[in-house]
């Protein structure tokens, strides 16, 4: 068979590769999101200096290397054979979990995912090896694992969720309580003492301690160890007059500057930290296999203490991984909605609310509102005042035919979230603890948010909620990571004929979650949510609701036929499916009434009594999809209780209304699309045959029930599709009756 370490070997190039990918498309939220959410500088700069950022932290990001080949076990317990099952299990299991987040659009840790990893398929290979040795026993499993380090690691990463969300809560409320919202009306000394203290932090913690345990800090060591404080306190001094020149004589908003370099460090301390999650476990299987090549030692009896070794990486390794990094931050549109959730969780403004209201997020929202009060009872009221007149938001007065779409938060909280998460991120990058990213820079930002009182009372429970979700993701990251590398390092263990099946299973699974992704990603295209800032007129309203009018009637249209004809065939995996279709229309139909206050707000000033109309098509729409719903579940329940098929007659009755239905729906969905409503009053006529339909059915029913009919079950949910097709009808009825209405007014307008 040959060397099948090789193929392992390329197999880890591969899945190096693809892990950068994935990574980076969850990652890219830490040091997008301040940037991208406060509108501070034009998309294409912020990708372009945040390119530069993850290139540079990639070549110096080799003194974290360590991690992955003895920061988890002990090498020197390990053959050879043992390190490249547990590095297999590693990769295949991270690619896969970290893809699967991505597809949900959920920010999770690839710094816990590579951790926990490691740790179970280290533990599942020990266990094997304690198994089958006579003299050892399950507390010999300590031997194997470097649980101190390992306690270290995973106690720093918990214990940063912690920190990072009181230290960016903090530093945010300081800062509101100098700048304000008004932050352009302060005196410019104080930009650029401001500027002086964020650039001094972003470059000394990030440039000079993050290169710290790197190739290039022998250099510049001598320089910096021993003057740190004079360091410090002449970079502020610089950077303060420098902030002031720029202020004064080139009008530069210091705080864009701010932005633009902590965009850039925060990109680099990324990339140093994290690099090690993406290509640590291959790069340390490559120096394996080079040290047992050498050997002539079996691969099951050469012992991998040299991985406890001090070896230097391979630069031109870290070049490409920070070309592949690179290429990805500007190609995954996976990348894009990791950004959009947290970006939506931290925004001043209100807005559609991503993630829905839970028990533990009412009960901490209340508990909150309880210790604000006891707080404002307690304070004096002239400090209230002041910290209150620190916080009032500015109006933006715009002309009417003028739009203006406002940033999620402003330069100030968009400044700290990169300073402090920054500089939190180096230390720990100094200090060559794995610190999650993830976990620092969106515990940061919810900590900002909170304090910039972004979290009013109409979002705070579903942020929180929002927020509770997440952080339960990151635990969900740790167990799965876990339990999951443990078995894949269990199945290669049993015979190295699964690493081929299971990187089959990786290369399908990523098929299928890509195209899925796809699919999803044009759903969420096609939809049209109202935005404050957007303007609309007569004609917007007419064009918005004919979208809505026609594409409710196609999905109802094909809804109700799928019922009947899986009804037919009693097939409960169909009805189970259409159900599912019949609950997204409701949540999408939902989401429109939700956003109806915006739509309102948006209105111009010769359009104001659209919103009544708008608010009446809104609700038969939804009277539409509540028919189409009970219709759906009644059906699933009927067939999922294995209760009698409906009788032939029945089904016949069913199918000849299904026909006249489908031509109604079909002309309504035609005559929306092409705007043509002067057939409206022929299709509302129209209904009549069909309401006779479902009459006469209902009084071929009641003739069968007091002849042969013996089936209660079959009647019931006979007599409820009728009632509410019948009820679906008239729904649709009203709502073309008010749009005739509606448009005639309008053209005399």
């Known amino acids: 068979m040959g060397d099948p370490y090789i193929l392992m070997l390329v197999a880890l190039a591969v899945l190096a590769i693809v892990d950068l990918v994935v990574g980076v498309s969850n990652d890219a939220v830490n040091f997008l999101n301040s940037a991208i959410g406060s509108k501070a500088i034009k998309v294409r700069n912020i990708m372009?200096?945040?390119?530069?950022g993850v290139f540079f932290g990639a070549i110096t990001s080799s003194g974290m290397m360590e991690v992955a080949r003895k920061g988890i076990f002990n090498?020197?317990?390990?053959?050879?054979?043992?390190?490249?099952?547990?590095?297999?299990?590693?990769?295949?299991?991270?690619?896969?979990l970290l893809d699967i987040f991505n597809s949900l659009g959920m920010p999770t840790s690839t710094t816990v995912s590579i951790v926990f990893e490691l740790l179970g398929a280290a533990v599942c290979i020990s266990l094997l090896k304690i198994s089958s040795n006579e003299t050892q026993s399950f507390s010999d499993i300590w031997n194997y694992i470097n649980h101190e380090q390992a306690t270290k690691i995973i106690f720093?990463?918990?214990?940063?969720?912690?920190?990072a969300f009181s230290v960016g809560a903090l530093v945010q409320f300081v800062s509101r309580l100098i700048y304000s919202f008004n932050f352009e009306k302060r005196p410019t000394y104080m930009s650029a003492l401001f500027g002086g203290f964020a650039i001094t932090a972003i470059t000394y913690f990030i440039i000079i301690k993050g290169l710290k345990g790197t190739p290039y800090y022998k250099s510049i060591g001598n320089l910096i160890e021993g003057n740190t404080l004079f360091i410090i306190a002449g970079s502020f001094v610089a950077w303060s007059l420098i902030s002031q020149v720029l202020i004064s004589f080139f009008k530069v908003n210091v705080l864009k500057f701010i932005i633009g370099v902590?965009?850039?460090?925060?990109?680099m301390a990324f990339s140093g930290n994290d690099l090690v999650n993406f290509v640590g476990v291959p790069i340390a299987a490559w120096n394996s296999y080079q040290a047992w090549q050498t050997s002539g030692v079996s691969a099951d009896a050469f012992s991998m203490g040299i991985l406890a070794e001090k070896v230097p990486s391979n630069v031109y390794l870290l070049l490409i991984a920070g070309v592949i990094m690179v290429a990805t931050l500007w190609t995954s549109s996976k990348a894009?909605?990791?950004?959009?959730?947290?970006?939506?969780?931290?925004?001043q403004g209100e807005g559609h609310e991503k993630f829905q209201a839970n028990p533990l997020s009412r009960i901490i929202v209340r508990s909150s509102m309880v210790v604000n009060f006891v707080i404002r009872r307690v304070s004096p009221p002239k400090a209230l005042v002041f910290i209150d007149s620190k916080f009032q938001k500015p109006v933006i007065e715009l002309p009417k035919d003028k739009t203006y779409e406002m940033p999620a938060f402003d330069l100030v909280r968009a400044s700290v979230n990169l300073v402090v998460a920054g500089i939190l991120i180096s230390i720990a990058t100094s200090l060559k603890l794995p610190l999650s990213t993830t976990y620092v820079t969106f515990m940061v930002a919810m900590g900002t948010s909170l304090a910039d009182r972004a979290w009013g009372r109409e979002s705070a429970v579903y942020r929180v909620a929002g927020v509770i979700n997440v952080i339960g993701g990151w635990f969900l990251t740790a167990i799965t990571a876990f339990l999951a590398a443990a078995l894949v390092a269990y199945l290669i263990s049993f015979s190295m004929v699964m690493i081929p099946i299971l990187l089959l299973v990786v290369?399908?699974?990523?098929?299928?979650?890509?195209?899925?992704?796809?699919k999803k990603s044009k759903e969420v295209e096609s939809k049209i949510y109202f935005k404050r800032a957007e303007l609309i007129?007569?004609?917007?309203?007419?064009?918005?609701s004919a979208d809505h009018i026609a594409g409710v009637a196609t999905r109802v249209n094909k809804l109700f036929t799928n019922v009947v004809d899986d009804l037919a065939t009693h097939d409960l995996n169909k009805l189970r499916k259409t159900d599912k279709h019949v609950g997204k229309l409701n949540d999408e139909i939902d989401e429109l009434k939700d956003g109806v206050f915006y739509f309102i707000k948006s209105l111009d000033d010769t359009s104001v009594q659209a919103s009544r109309f708008y608010i009446l098509v809104l609700g038969y729409l939804q009277d539409v999809a509540q028919s189409i719903s009970y219709i759906s579940s009644a059906s699933f329940k009927h067939v999922n209780n294995n209760h009698k098929n409906l009788k032939k007659d029945q089904l016949a009755d069913l199918k000849h209304i299904d026909t006249t239905l489908s031509k109604l729906l079909d002309d309504i969905s035609v005559t929306f699309e092409s705007r043509d409503f002067n057939k409206l009053e022929v299709i509302i006529n129209e209904k009549k045959q069909l309401l006779k339909n479902i009459s006469s059915s209902i009084e071929k029913q009641v003739a069968r029930i007091r002849t042969d009919e013996a089936s209660p079950k079959n009647t019931t949910l006979y007599f409820s599709i009728l009632l509410e097709t019948q009820d679906l009808v008239s729904a649709l009825m009203s709502l073309l009756e008010t749009y005739e209405e509606f448009h005639i007014s309008s053209k005399k307008i």
């Open 336 to 347: 894009q909605k990791v950004i959009k959730t947290g970006i939506d969780l931290s925004r």
């Open 537 to 544: 007129t007569i004609n917007g309203v007419i064009e918005e």
């Open 262 to 267: 902590g965009t850039f460090s925060l990109a």
């Open 156 to 163: 720093g990463i918990l214990l940063s969720v912690v920190v």
């Open 507 to 518: 290369a399908l699974l990523i098929g299928r979650n890509t195209l899925i992704h796809k």
């Open 75 to 96: 090498p020197n317990m390990f053959m050879f054979q043992d390190i490249m099952f547990i590095f297999m299990a590693v990769m295949i299991t991270d690619v896969l």
């Open 48 to 52: 372009i200096i945040a390119s530069v």
